[in-house]
């Protein structure tokens, strides 16, 4: 059960967060987290000792949301597939957390950040698993970094300009290049058949918030297709 200290602390990174994605760092003061969050300034000194404590700890804050999910995709026998829906968890993820998402990969503090250092120890895992299976066409560590920049890049646009033109479907068409771009091509299976559809469409409904459904029938179909994406066999 969340103490009162614990919720206090959950909303003064929030409304950080949020301040932070509309005005920068720079631009958002802690006594506009305070009235945010509903706290006096010494509470936020209290658990976070000053402005860059707690720009550490909102960074701190994304990040874990973002591994709890991150480790809840266990491997499958197919890698690449596993690249696929990491991908998609990850777009999904900044869409739904855009102001912890900007603060994460926008900025510096990313490249020190330990929580950071296992994504990529993921991703890497994923990679090193393809290379294994003779389907790379480049050195692991190169792969690592095309696939990271290209959907750290992706995410970015879709949170930043969300309207453009072109803009729908945009993660699905830059994931099938970069697949093409560092594996070499294998023969199509049956596994690349519904449960590759269902992955698509799933991320396509993660990008579409104004789909017309309600909130309970979008999240049905959304657990329906992750259903289909992870079948096997």
């Known amino acids: 059960m969340e103490t009162y200290e614990t919720q206090a602390r959950q909303r003064i990174l929030d ?8 005005s920068g760092i720079e631009g958002t003061s802690i006594r506009e987290i305070c009235a945010a969050a509903g706290v006096t300034a010494p509470t936020v000194y ?4 000053d402005k860059n404590g707690l720009m550490d700890a909102v ?3 994304g990040f874990e949301r973002y591994l709890a999910e991150k480790r809840r995709r266990r491997p499958t026998a197919d890698p690449v597939e596993d690249l696929r829906r990491g991908w998609r968890g990850h777009v999904e993820f900044g869409l739904r957390h855009p102001a912890f998402y900007r603060l994460m990969y926008g900025g510096a ?14 991703l890497h895992g994923i990679v090193t698993r393809i290379a294994e299976a003779g389907l790379l066409r480049m050195p692991v560590d190169e792969a690592v970094q095309t696939i990271h920049a290209a959907t750290v890049g992706t ?3 879709l949170i930043t300009d969300a309207d453009a033109p072109g803009i729908e479907g945009l993660s699905e ?14 023969p199509r299976t049956e596994a690349d058949g519904l449960p590759a559809k269902a992955g698509t469409l799933r991320g396509l409904l993660a990008q ?6 309600t909130a309970g029938e979008r999240a049905i179909l959304l657990e329906l297709l992750a259903r289909l994406a992870d079948r096997r066999g």
């Open 46 to 49: 209290h658990h976070f000792g």
């Open 173 to 186: 068409r830059v994931l099938d290049a970069v697949i093409n771009a560092v594996l070499v091509a294998r």
């Open 109 to 122: 503090r990313q490249e020190q950040h330990p929580a950071a250092a296992e994504g990529a120890r993921i």
């Open 59 to 61: 960074v701190t804050d």
């Open 155 to 157: 995410t970015i646009l």
């Open 15 to 22: 409304s950080a967060a949020d301040l932070i994605a509309e």
């Open 208 to 213: 579409t918030p104004d789909a017309p459904l």
